[in-house]
């Protein structure tokens, strides 16, 4: 990514994170540099944070906050199969520097409270006291979902 010209991309898409162990050097300040770099100065950065044991909203929303950047979360519901309880939801996170873009793409964001509606957009929301992650600094420990960890569902 850092080898390609600076605003080739409209949109740029990260689906790295689904698994047990994430890739937290892909939600650092530096690489979203680099993503920023990539990105037409109207671009689009998506990112699929759907993961059973960590909750990355905030590393996005203080990432956003940093920046000055426009921020909205959509939490698809899962599928409800009879008989299956272990299918779970897709959630995307998209940022922009431009609060126009945002707007194309998620219409008029709706209310937290509308959150599991399907197909709504939400405004992604800051954690107090989140601590940016850089390539120098990054802990899993405030994202962690302890419950699911350990056999219970929050």
Same mark, same amino acid.
């Given at each position: 990514?850092?080898?390609?010209?600076?605003?080739?991309?409209?949109?740029?898409?990260?689906?790295?994170?689904?698994?047990?162990?994430?890739?937290? #050097?892909?939600? %650092?300040?530096?690489?979203?540099?680099?993503?920023?770099?990539? $990105?037409?100065?109207? !671009?689009?950065?998506?990112? #699929?944070?759907?993961?059973?044991?960590?909750? $990355?909203? =905030?590393?996005?929303?203080?990432?956003?906050?940093?920046?000055?950047?426009?921020?909205?979360?959509?939490?698809? =519901?899962?599928?409800?199969?009879?008989?299956?309880?272990?299918?779970?939801?897709?959630?995307?996170?998209?940022?922009?520097?431009? =609060?126009?873009?945002?707007?194309?793409?998620?219409?008029?964001?709706?209310?937290?409270?509308? /959150? /599991?509606?399907? !197909?709504?957009?939400?405004? $992604?929301?800051?954690?107090? !006291?989140?601590?940016?992650? %850089?390539?120098?600094?990054?802990? %899993?420990?405030?994202?962690?979902?302890?419950? #699911? $960890?350990?056999?219970?569902?929050?």
């Amino acid at each position: 990514m850092a080898q390609q010209p600076a605003g080739r991309f409209d949109i740029l898409v990260i689906d790295a994170f689904s698994s047990d162990a994430i890739p937290l #050097h892909l939600l %650092t300040k530096e690489a979203i540099g680099i993503y920023k770099r990539a $990105l037409k100065p109207d !671009g689009i950065l998506l990112v #699929h944070i759907s993961n059973r044991f960590f909750g $990355l909203e =905030p590393v996005l929303a203080a990432e956003a906050g940093a920046r000055g950047w426009t921020a909205a979360i959509r939490l698809d =519901p899962g599928p409800s199969v009879e008989g299956i309880d272990d299918l779970t939801g897709s959630n995307w996170v998209a940022l922009t520097a431009t =609060p126009q873009r945002m707007a194309q793409l998620t219409g008029r964001l709706r209310p937290r409270k509308d /959150a /599991a509606e399907d !197909g709504a957009w939400v405004p $992604l929301e800051a954690r107090k !006291g989140f601590e940016r992650w %850089t390539d120098d600094y990054a802990s %899993t420990l405030p994202v962690l979902l302890w419950g #699911h $960890l350990i056999g219970k569902r929050e």
